[in-house]
């Protein structure tokens, strides 16, 4: 079980000063997150893709990259990488190289987004956006699998003959969760490549979430990746901390009223009670997301929003703390208790490895037996 945070990455007015961060201060203070992240004991850190304001993130890889230099053992990820607007042959390179320089802590979320005027900044339809993602995705699998891709679809330019370079490191792609809120084309796509599912449960009650990733799940097993219990699934999730509950909502009510997320709708209350996001003591983040497991069954990674809608840094550290140090050591605990043996861990880059290693010795040993079957059979006819 993986657990970290993700940023959506806005630049949003602390409304109990009123004061707001510079774009050059957030992009610092997100390194410095990731850092922070990284000391406390936590697995990812995952930032999303943005093309307009409040959000400053643009380039991810360039943020991650960076990252990577400053730390040891994170995953870096992302929440998500947009595979309608992005070349995917682009995506296909930059990732490899910030797979390289990471030394394989890298995986990858694809997602459409939430901003509907980014297609025409790209040149693109949003009336395509499902369409888009399933043939740029296909394009993408295919550039870290095949040596030469020969390639002609509706979206892009043919290739022939093409080499995106560099290759993945030791010849296994970086893992790609597919990321979605709404979308039974997304799951099944996820499902058809034996891919992740991340279901950003931030937004809706859990039943919705419910449905989709039971979609999901069913799909992984009928195209032959295991069992439907051994599907791949992440969660998004929200939290914010205090000692003494009374104390967290107070805190955070005015920074949840002026978020650019959800702010100016629903009240805090009615919120907390509709969807994960959990306001009070670290005991009850505890309760509520060691019960995860009851409505969604046996996943493999849990990230949590932290920094969001104007949270001064120093406040973000803090809730780090609460997070690594009181809520995920207990929740590693019961989320193994009575895990099934079958359930796979978290993916990482030396597991891949692992899994196509063994692949590779298990399909010599089918040739072997075959060859020694072959010749048996020849010896008794003579």
Do not use: C
Not at 28 to 56: C, M, R, S, W, Y
């Amino acid at each position: 079980m993986q657990f970290g945070i993700f940023s959506v990455s806005d630049v949003t007015t602390d409304p109990t000063t009123n004061t707001t961060p510079s774009e050059q201060t957030r992009i610092k203070d997100i390194v410095t997150i990731a850092q922070k992240a990284e000391e406390v004991g936590l697995d990812v850190f995952a930032i999303g893709e943005h093309h307009n304001p409040p959000f400053f993130s643009s380039s991810p890889t360039t943020t991650l990259a960076y990252i990577a230099a400053r730390t040891d053992k994170l995953i870096l990820s992302t929440s998500t990488t947009l595979i309608t607007t992005n070349d995917p042959v682009k995506i296909a390179e930059d990732y490899a190289m910030l797979q390289h320089l990471a030394d394989g802590r890298v995986d990858l979320m694809m997602g459409r987004g939430n901003t509907g005027p980014v297609y025409p900044w790209f040149g693109q339809d949003i009336r395509q956006g499902i369409p888009l993602a399933i043939e740029n995705y296909a394009l993408l699998h295919r550039l870290w699998r095949e040596d030469y891709v020969n390639w002609e679809g509706t979206f892009r330019s043919p290739l022939q003959g093409f080499q995106s370079t560099p290759r993945p490191l030791d010849g296994v792609p970086p893992f790609v969760w597919h990321g979605s809120i709404r979308s039974p084309e997304i799951a099944e796509q996820a499902a058809y490549y034996g891919d992740g599912f991340f279901a950003n449960n931030i937004f809706w009650p859990k039943e919705h979430y419910m449905k989709l990733i039971g979609y999901y799940r069913s799909r992984f097993e009928h195209y032959g990746h295991g069992t439907a219990e051994q599907a791949i699934v992440g969660l998004g999730g929200q939290a914010f901390m205090a000692k003494r509950s009374q104390d967290a909502l107070t805190r955070f009510r005015p920074y949840f009223d002026n978020a650019p997320v959800y702010g100016h709708g629903a009240s805090l209350e009615e919120f907390t009670e509709q969807t994960p996001l959990t306001v009070g003591s670290p005991q009850q983040v505890i309760d509520r997301y060691a019960g995860m497991r009851g409505h969604f069954g046996d996943y493999q990674r849990q990230l949590f929003l932290m920094d969001h809608a104007g949270l001064p840094l120093k406040t973000v550290l803090e809730q780090l703390d609460f997070l690594g140090g009181e809520v995920v050591p207990v929740l590693r605990r019961e989320l193994e208790v009575n895990r099934p043996a079958g359930i796979s861990d978290g993916p990482t880059h030396a597991s891949l490895v692992a899994v196509r290693d063994a692949a590779e010795a298990a399909a010599a040993e089918s040739v072997v037996a075959g060859a020694a079957a072959a010749g048996a059979s020849t010896r008794a006819a003579v």
